[in-house]
Each structure stands twice: as structure tokens, then as C-alpha cells.
């Protein structure tokens, strides 16, 4: 498990000797390291339907979800399942956990190929929207590409704003993705180090945290004939953290 020594060298590389200090009054208040046979549904809600949104082209199917080696594994494939033309997985704490402001934490090794879309975000508790933190995208067809953004206004009149970072090929091996979201900024870091922040139009609600590969839509097109199948979204942890102060975790 990261030790909250682990936060405050994180915190320390990110602002200084103030947020090093600041970073002693963090605790952490959920996790899952994955370690039992199956998914602990106590923790996560696992998707079983066909969603409209972003035109894309996967059935999320529970059979694509399982534990494997202590990690969680969101498997794509192409089959069909009715009019879909792939199948993959879609894990959330929807009725299980939210918290608002907070240290989220997700390490993982990303899939990649044209029209493959994994990512790690979170969305208000009550099913509202926007606002949205993606903690993590990356379009499949530029797998050394991390997409950090945040999506806030109101329906139908929503604005986002972000940044990316290009690092290492995240399919080849592990790497840390996290966000620390407080009242006066959102910050953005990949293996620890800030990549990207916003001090404007910061939420204040609880966020649900919601894993997933999306297959095609309009962002990271179709797939084409230089797709692997299958690919694999496999995430060794997920851990939240707050200050003792702030933030009441809601359950």
C-alpha cells in the first residue's frame, strides 16, 4: 500500500516544503487492491448495458470484468451484442462511495489500438452532469498521450478545460494517475509528478469514480484492421484519500 510518506514526496515534488507539511493531515479512506477471487461488488457497481453516449460502439458486458493476479482486468473484444459490434468493461462506486475534494489514485497499464478509449474519471453522486474529473484519458492510437481534463457550466451551455502530457508508451508497463482536488484547484499528476491544474470553476458535490475502456466514438474513431483484439485495461489499485479536516466521505 502508498504510504502517506509516499503523499507528501509527491506533494513535495508538486509545491514545496508548505504542501510537504500540509500533506501530514491526509488519510486514506477507500481502497481496492484487487486481491480476491472476484470483483468486490460491496465496492463496485459493474455495468451490464449498452450506453448511448459519444457514439460509441462497445456493449459493456460483466463477463468482461474480472480479478486476475491481484489486479482488476476491463477486457475489449469484438463481438457482438446486438447492434454493438464489441463487448468491454465499465466498473463504478455508483451506491457505493463518493467524496468530495480529496487525493484520488489509480495505478494501472492502459490498453492502446485505434478506436480504443480507456479512463479513469468521476461524476457527481446524484447522476448530474456536468461537472466531470477525467482523471485519465488516452486515445488508443497515441498510447504515449495522457488527457487530463475538467468538464464544469451548466446543461446545455457546459465548457471544458485541460491539458495533456506525453510520456512513455502507458501500454507497456504500470504508472500512477492521480488527481488531488480541493476547493481552490483541481492537480493533475502521472507517476507523482504535477502535469496539469485549474484554479477556475472548481465542483463542490461528491464524485463517484468510474473505471472503463470505451470501443470507437467520436473522440478516438472506429477501430480498423490494425486493432488487436483483445486488449486488456488492467489496474493494480485504486485508492482515495482525504484531508482529516475537509471532505467527508459519503457511503
Not at 516544503?17 to 477471487?37: K, Y
Not at 463496485?44 to 482486468?73: C, H, I, S
Not at 463504478?92 to 489509480?106: N, R
Not at 498521450?145 to 495533456?164: E, F, V
Request: hydrophobic share 35%.
Amino acid at each position: 500500500m502508498r504510504s502517506l510518506l509516499a503523499i507528501a514526496c509527491a506533494l513535495l515534488l508538486a509545491g514545496g516544503n508548505a504542501l510537504a507539511a500540509e500533506s501530514r493531515t491526509w488519510e486514506l479512506v477507500w481502497s481496492d487492491e484487487f486481491d480476491g477471487p472476484t470483483v468486490d461488488r460491496a465496492k463496485w457497481y459493474v455495468e451490464d448495458a449498452a450506453l448511448d453516449k459519444n457514439n460509441e460502439g462497445q456493449y459493456y458486458d460483466p463477463k468482461e470484468v474480472f480479478t486476475r493476479d491481484g489486479m482488476l482486468v476491463l477486457r475489449s473484444r469484438k463481438q457482438t451484442r446486438g447492434d454493438r459490434l464489441f463487448v468491454s468493461g465499465l466498473v463504478e462506486t455508483k451506491g457505493t462511495f463518493s467524496q468530495t475534494y480529496g487525493w484520488f489514485e489509480v495505478r494501472a497499464k492502459l490498453p492502446k489500438g485505434q478506436g480504443i478509449w480507456p479512463a479513469h474519471w468521476m461524476m457527481p453522486a446524484d447522476n448530474s452532469w456536468p461537472p466531470e474529473i477525467d482523471i485519465m484519458e488516452l486515445i488508443g492510437h497515441d498510447p504515449m498521450t495522457i488527457h487530463m481534463t475538467h468538464h464544469y457550466g451548466k446543461w446545455p451551455d457546459t465548457r471544458l478545460a485541460g491539458n495533456s502530457y506525453t510520456g512513455p508508451d502507458f501500454s507497456q508497463d504500470f504508472h500512477v494517475f492521480s488527481v488531488q482536488w480541493e476547493p481552490d484547484a483541481i492537480r493533475w499528476y502521472v507517476d507523482s509528478q504535477e502535469r496539469s491544474v485549474q484554479t477556475e470553476n472548481i465542483p463542490s458535490v461528491p464524485m463517484r469514480i468510474i473505471l472503463n475502456t470505451a470501443v470507437g466514438g467520436d473522440w478516438p474513431g472506429y477501430p480498423d484492421e490494425t486493432t488487436v483484439f483483445p486488449q486488456e485495461h488492467v489496474i493494480d489499485y485504486v485508492r482515495v484519500y482525504r484531508k482529516s479536516d475537509a471532505g467527508q466521505a459519503v457511503r
